[in-house]
Nanobody, 125 residues
Framework: QAQLVESGGGLAQAGGSLRLSCAAS????????MGWFRQAPGKEREFVAA????????YYGDSVKGRFTIARDDGRNTLWLQMNSLTPEDTAVYYC??????????????????WGQGTQVTVSS
């Protein structure tokens, strides 16, 4: 089981940037594919981005493609989400998640075993 702790959330202006971090402990970090999800008030949890175990493949939700970048450092047991060109529609609680599944799409929350507690991102217009 992975223990995941997100940080880096906060308040940003539209057009600005934030960088989220997810620190992992427990099993070796490279055991997991990793993902970011977000949930806005009154909305379902939404896929944001995922990265394969090797870091060689990345996946993005349509609403963040071209603006967000996911990256990992297995030596530091850390996952990042660089968020640029933020809009008020990006306001949500952002969750880091770990998947032990092989060959999955990593698009669905059900594919992930472990979740962090979330970090709030608020973008003002």
């Amino acid at each position: 089981q992975a223990q995941l702790v997100e940080s880096g959330g906060g308040l940003a202006q539209a057009g600005g940037s934030l960088r989220l971090s997810c620190a992992a402990s427990g099993r070796p970090f490279d055991y997991y594919a990793m993902g970011w999800f977000r949930q806005a008030p009154g909305k379902e949890r939404e896929f944001v981005a995922a990265i394969s175990r090797s870091g060689g493949r990345t996946y993005y939700g349509d609403s963040v493609k071209g603006r967000f970048t996911i990256a990992r450092d297995d030596g530091r047991n850390t996952l990042w989400l660089q968020m640029n060109s933020l809009t008020p529609e990006d306001t949500a609680v952002y969750y880091c998640a770990a998947s032990s599944r092989y060959g999955g799409t990593y698009y669905y929350a059900e594919e992930y075993n472990d979740w962090g507690q979330g970090t709030q991102v608020t973008v003002s217009s």
